[in-house]
């Protein structure tokens, strides 16, 4: 997490008016402030396995804890979160983008139920602001302490002339680790399969070009604007964080019997769904059983996007399925409850048929 370092010898008078690094526009001191800021935030992430600090050219964690597996599988993802950093950059809040990285790779990771170990970031800016760049490390942090993974390095890279000073994007990639024979995915899954709904907390990290097209471009609308139906501005609501459910994935797999998840992103519920769902079988998800939030409908009516468009680009509400043998979804769900986690049971599985697909939404939104 740290400034690209280089010699910072004395100049002399003959070379003062020379080419320079800063004078190309790459703040070394800049980067090295904000790596100053970040550390309080990235020590908050430390597990017991990690060794040593920042500033190092390689982030360390001991992985003799796995020696306890019998044969341990490491499971890997990388992401970012697309043009949502636009809006945070419009908006002047930096501290919750990082947050949603953190749940963009993580979850993916536990999807196989596997543990989230640590992630690194990448911080691509067009000028180092010290204290921005601190503020999204520190979402970053926090959205790692959530999942129970270490934040153990990453690289801020300032690239004047490619962005703008204002502009930046991030991306982030984690490691974590299953037991080979508690791998979940789609060769467990069997007919009569509860799937199991998750609420998601808004838009998540995904379909955001077609939401500021739509709200911005076509309907006009203020990001500082008051949206009666959020009780709050449409900034803040675009800007709600992504929630984070490794923990919340764990605990099922930890406590009951779990057959496979899917996190809901790019693409949306029944495509993702898809993703997990062997030939043979269906998933049947039913929409009379939940209400899409607000800015689902509003992005649908504002400009004037089909349903099926929709869902294939936004959430609709669901940020994460489990699919549980149908005779535990009962204890599923109460421990969902009890941790917090708005979820239903949505659906279930069935022969394949006639369908062509793994997955499908039926029927109507409730509300």
Not at 9 to 21: F, I, L, V
Not at 146 to 172: I, N, R, S, Y
Not at 270 to 281: H, Q
Request: glycine share 14%.
């Amino acid at each position: 997490m740290t400034a690209e370092s280089f010699d910072r010898a004395p100049q002399s008078d003959a070379a003062a008016t020379g080419a320079s690094y800063a004078g190309a526009g790459v703040d070394i001191e800049a980067g090295d402030r904000a790596v100053e800021l970040m550390k309080q935030w990235v020590k908050r992430t430390n597990r017991p396995e990690v060794l040593g600090g920042l500033g190092g050219f390689a982030g360390l964690f001991d992985v003799s804890a796995l020696k306890r597996y019998e044969r341990p599988l490491l499971a890997s993802a990388t992401d970012g979160v697309g043009t949502k950093v636009d809006l945070a950059r419009r908006l002047g809040v930096y501290d919750t983008i990082g947050h949603d990285l953190v749940g963009m790779v993580v979850d993916d990771i536990v999807v196989c139920g596997a543990e989230p170990l640590f992630m690194t970031d990448y911080i691509c800016v067009g000028k180092v602001h010290p204290e921005r760049v601190a503020a999204i490390v520190k979402g970053i942090a926090e959205g790692c302490v959530l999942a129970g993974c270490a934040l153990v390095g990453g690289e801020t890279a300032e690239h004047p002339g490619l962005l703008g000073e204002d502009e930046f994007d991030v991306a982030g990639a984690g490691t974590g680790v299953v037991e080979a024979e508690r791998l979940l995915g789609p060769d467990r899954i069997r007919t009569g399969d509860a799937v199991i709904a998750m609420a998601s907390s808004g838009l998540h990290s995904n379909g955001y070009s077609l939401v500021r097209h739509v709200l911005l471009d076509r309907a006009g609308m203020a990001l500082e604007a008051e949206v009666a139906e959020f009780g709050r501005s449409l900034g803040a609501e675009l800007l709600e964080p992504t929630r984070i459910y490794s923990l919340d994935c764990l605990a099922l797999t930890r406590t009951t019997e779990v057959h496979a998840f899917s996190h809901v992103t790019g693409g949306g519920l029944a495509n993702n769904l898809a993703r997990v769902i062997p030939d043979g079988l269906h998933a049947v998800v039913d929409r009379s059983t939940w209400t899409p939030g607000p800015i689902f409908d509003l992005v649908g009516k504002a400009g004037q996007v089909e349903r099926l468009e929709l869902e294939k680009t936004l959430n609709m509400g669901v940020g994460m399925i489990a699919v549980v043998p149908g005779e535990t979804a009962d204890v599923a769900l109460t421990l969902l409850a009890d941790r917090g986690v708005d979820a239903w049971i949505a659906g279930e599985i069935t022969e394949r048929g006639a369908h062509t697909t793994g997955a499908e939404l039926v029927g109507e939104y409730a509300g």
